[in-house]
């Protein structure tokens, strides 16, 4: 019995790094870009953190391990920033 107990022990630290499903961070707005990319490198460690001026083109490419920032000229998040 005792055996069985500890097989199930990896599948709860398997639920519990869930967090990275996460796709977008609508409470960053208003933060500033530093603040902003600490908590979604926090949620996702792998993702990779574009600060871009909110009135800039981007390419409509999809990249699951891209989040851009879209900011004001006070470095502050003007837009949720999501996964893509």
């Not at 977008?24 to 908590?39: D, I, L, M």
Request: no cysteine; hydrophobic share 35%.
């Amino acid at each position: 019995m005792a055996s069985e107990n500890q097989q199930n022990v990896p599948s709860v630290e398997v639920q519990q790094t869930v967090p990275t499903s996460k796709t977008s961070w609508p409470e960053v707005v208003g933060r500033t870009a530093e603040e902003a990319e600490k908590k979604i490198k926090e949620d996702m460690p792998g993702a990779t953190v574009q600060v871009i001026p909110h009135d800039s083109f981007v390419t409509m490419d999809f990249n699951s391990n891209r989040v851009r920032l879209f900011v004001d000229s006070s470095q502050l998040v003007v837009k949720a920033p999501h996964i893509g």
